[in-house]
């Protein structure tokens, strides 16, 4: 069809094409309804008959099409994260984490020395493994973000080889 549109009808092929497009829709729906859209105005024009008069909003034209032609635009599917990578970071998260608060331990507090004696500190590996809370909480600090940095390197290299992979 070769026929001149005017600027409202161009802006309004337009706002329906973008509007199939953000719907999902295909390139060859998005044709073909503007091929009808088309033909409407054409067909209106031969009867003296403003194509408008009977249109909706862009939004609301695709709506109505959408159920009169019970059309249903195909979307994309996620690409989903296997579960078994959830169970893989935090077995790597929580060995990590231990490691590093040993690590910490052994190197940076007198807790495993035979010298250090103070009966009423409660040595624990998770949180407390000196008796100063500031050196508590920063040996905490850098195991945590060792852990999740180690974390998130592991479960990111293993997600990269599977996807090669399949």
Not at 32 to 52: A, C, T
Not at 70 to 76: C, G, I, K, L, N
Not at 118 to 140: C, G
């Amino acid at each position: 069809m070769g026929m001149e549109l005017t600027e409202k009808e161009k802006m309004y092929l337009d706002d329906i094409s973008r509007e199939l497009i953000t719907r999902k829709a295909k390139k060859e729906q998005v044709l073909f309804i503007k091929q009808q859209l088309l033909e409407h105005i054409e067909e209106s024009r031969l009867h003296g008959i403003d194509p408008f008069d009977d249109l909706e909003t862009p939004a609301e034209f695709v709506t109505e099409y959408c159920e009169l032609n019970e059309v249903q635009f195909v979307s994309p599917q996620k690409a989903s994260f296997p579960k078994s990578y959830y169970f893989i970071g935090l077995f790597s998260f929580t060995v990590t984490y231990l490691l590093s608060q040993l690590i910490l331990t052994m190197c940076l507090t007198q807790t495993f020395s035979p010298a250090y004696q103070h009966t009423n500190f409660n040595y624990n590996l998770l949180y407390s493994i000196s008796d100063n809370l500031w050196w508590n909480s920063m040996l905490i600090s850098i195991s945590l973000i060792s852990a999740a940095a180690i974390t998130s390197l592991t479960v990111l290299s293993i997600y990269r080889k599977g996807k090669f992979i399949s």
